[in-house]
């Protein structure tokens, strides 16, 4: 996926990148990152200024054990996707699997089910009197199945429908890797297992790093899933803190912690030097042999098939038996377009806002060298620590205290998307930036063009891909999002995402179904315009 | 306009603790072609942005057509300099066709740029290319856009860095000979960087070795090549061998025989002469052992071991047969005058030039 990159360390050195930063691009820099500093920042005053009792909730017993269940959830997820995806992404890259073109597509596919639905889907599926239970319960008269909801309900929500990061980094490592690598290796003397372990591993474990950091980042961020199957962590704890009592000040804590867990974890996976490595040789890469399954493919095709059946037909199959059972009990399907509208039209605004937002930033990072490019990464990059909620919770804060006229307005609402897509979008483009050799920027100017006019018939143009890329990224992963829309949505307003989500926790499961596919649906087209970016 | 194109006095480029180029001078006349070679990380690359003003010097005036692009803490804006730079990679721009490319750089009413844009595609022999895209040309194609696009605005001075780096060695010398010609006809004043000493002889009119940030020596590629200044430049051109002897009265007297040649150095000094394969005959039988012998078409190059284990070159007609193994004689009387280098004292290191003495000049006269 596209905003991998952005986990990628900054090109390398070109060594020639200009230390000085034309007004142009620092002042909306500047804007940028203050706009995604300050939400935390002022989170920060607020948590400060409360009183004693804020310590108390910090210090709770209770806080202990959401940090528990938070850190559990976020390993067993991360070590359950890692051991899924990086067989399947070796299937569908480097073998002769039937029919790999195809899986390729489909093992990516359960990113498009946001958590909630996902969360939703197994819920009245597997959950107590559901579609299993029922299955079972004409078929042989099972009366109880053990208990989905909770830790087990989560951890495979969480596992079924992001196992795709860890899969798609580790397959653009794959892509990435040199063959040749393997084939010296065997020519050192190294045979199999052994030149897979000491020769492919080490080069693929950054990939394998990046994807498992997106999962772990993405499980401790989440709220749809764990809401859906009632497993409280750091992001359910805010909400109903901050719901039920009003209670800003606690609130406030609990996500400066989440925020603490967040960027520790970033913090720790950063270590310079570790990213995803380049191919150091010279002259064309080969495409690599596939290696032949002979029978083995029978059991590789039945994973396959497997992982396929309860990520993608599962869901599919239970929206549509919602759907078809609400139709046919007379559920009104007109009530769904009013949301399509509201999620096209803010999705699209953010997907504006955000690129635009992220262009400067991208474009200091990517360009220039000094403190101010080395911050501009920074900022991107922790954005990545910055969960929904948190960023929703300290937007409902500046706008209600600071800038009353925007609140509950939806402008709140896409500058909270803009800091949350920020790093996405970034990533896509400074990716995008960095196929564009500096030297072409440079001929331009030798050729009589000012900076600005470079930037609009040089550099614009070559990166409109990019741009493309990230627009895409943004508008799915905002109509995906939950919990800053539910926060920051102005009275009476309602996306496919909040209408899933209220209308599954009220039980109206066959109301869920059609804005549920419809979000599927949409997601989906915006991923087939970034996997045609991915394939060569 | 006045006759010096270029003119950089002490200039400087630190990055950080790193000094790409320190206290250099140059100066490039109108018209003329300077080659600036030198090992990689020597500065040359980092001396040609400096004019071309991507890159600010951080000490030092530079000069452009008379006026002062860079010094006393004024920098003009690679734009407003007039320069035409050919980079190492092309730098085409993927979106634009040939045509596009080269007007880019182009002002004034849309016909007479497309005239100019065929002119140059002209000048450098792709008339009619105009509506290809860039990556549908070759590599010496793509050089010669990259060429006309720089060329057609009209420079003041053209640089070009690196520019045949990328191309296979055929396709590198007949380009060479070609954008050799268009700067003659045209008249361009351009700086030529390279790492290959003999491309640098090849195109420039004036060589310049760096060295280290450095310029050690400037002179026309004959004088450098047979009058190096120092072993610095001496080791780089030419693939040279050096011979360590000692003056006297009678010559220099080396491993390989007395070199009847007289620097003007005090007898009994130590120095090292250079000889290149040419200057080294071989006799049959002696001290000295044949130990490789390469096949270079129409001559032979011998690699030849003194009794000292030190090898030199020979260059031999392909008449001439030496077997690997066959003991031979080295006879250095090259009929010119050769370099030597002092080994220690205060001119070690600096090329002194050995003349053969007419003979008993003092006792006719």
Sequence with gaps: MLELRALEPAAVGRGRRPVGVPPLVAVPAAVVGAAVLLPVAYLVVRAAGAGPEVWELLWSPRTGRILLRSLLLAGAVTASTVLLAVPLAWLTTRTDLPGARLWRVVTALPLVVPSYVGGFVVATALGPAGLLQQLLYRLAGVERLPDVYGFPGAWLVLTLFTYPYVLLSVRAGWRGLDPALEEVARTLGERGWRAFRRAVLPQLWPWIRAGALLVALYTLADFGAVSMMQFETFTTAIYVQYQASFDRHGAAALALVLVALTGALLAAADRPGRGPQHRVGLGPGRRPPRVPLGPWRWPALLGCTGVTLVAVVLPLGVLLYWLLLGLAHGEPLVLTWRPALTSLALGAASAVVTVAAAFPLALLAARFSGPLALLAGRIVYAGYALPGIVVALALVFVTARVVPALYQTPAALLVAYAVLFLPQAAGALRAALARVHPSQEEAARTLGRTPAQVLWSVTLPLVRPGVAAAAALVFLTTMKELPATLLLSPIGMETLATRVWSAAGEGFFARAAAPALLLVLLSSLSLATLARQEEP | ?365
């Design chain 2, 1 to 365: 306009m006045s006759a010096v194109a270029i003119r950089c006095v002490a200039v400087g480029k630190s990055y950080g603790a790193v000094q790409a180029v320190r206290d250099l001078d140059l100066t490039v006349r109108r018209g003329t072609v300077l080659a600036l070679v030198g090992p990689s990380g020597c500065g040359k690359t980092t001396t040609l942005r400096l004019i071309a003003g991507l890159e600010h010097p951080t000490r030092g005036v530079i000069e452009v057509g008379g006026q002062v692009v860079a010094g006393c803490g004024y920098v003009v804006p690679p734009e407003r300099r007039r320069v035409g730079l050919v980079f190492q990679d092309y730098a085409l721009f993927p979106h634009l066709t040939v045509g596009e490319n080269v007007g880019y750089g182009l002002a004034g009413p849309r016909r007479q740029r497309a005239r100019r844009v065929a002119e140059m595609l002209r000048l450098v022999g792709l008339a009619g290319f105009e509506g290809r895209m860039a990556h549908e040309l070759s590599g010496g194609e793509q050089q010669r856009v990259a060429l006309a696009r720089a060329l057609a605005p009209e420079p003041v001075v053209l640089l070009l860095d690196e520019p045949f780096s990328n191309l296979d060695a055929e396709l590198r010398r007949a380009l060479r000979e070609e954008v050799r010609e268009i700067l003659h006809r045209s008249g361009t004043t351009a700086v030529f960087v390279t790492h290959d000493q003999e491309e640098a002889l090849f195109m420039g009119d004036e060589v310049a070795v760096m060295r280290a940030g450095r310029i050690e020596q400037v002179d026309r590629p004959e004088d450098l090549f047979h009058f190096p200044r120092t072993r610095f430049v001496a080791a780089f051109l030419g693939r040279p061998d050096f011979l360590p002897g000692r003056v006297t009265p009678a010559g220099v007297e080396t491993e390989a025989g007395l070199i009847p040649l007289h620097p003007p150095l005090p007898a009994g000094t130590a120095v090292e002469v250079l000889v290149r394969a040419d200057d080294c005959d071989l006799r049959p039988g002696g001290a000295a052992t044949v130990v490789a012998r390469h096949f270079q078409g129409p001559q032979h190059l011998y690699q030849v071991r003194l009794p000292s284990g030190r090898t030199v070159h020979s260059l031999q007609k392909h008449t001439v047969h030496y077997a690997p193994g066959e003991a031979v004689t080295v006879v250095v009387d090259p009929g010119h005058p050769l370099v030597c280098f002092p080994v220690d004292g205060p001119r070690a290191g600096e090329g002194v030039l050995a003349v053969a003495r007419p003979q008993r000049r003092s006792a006719c006269g």
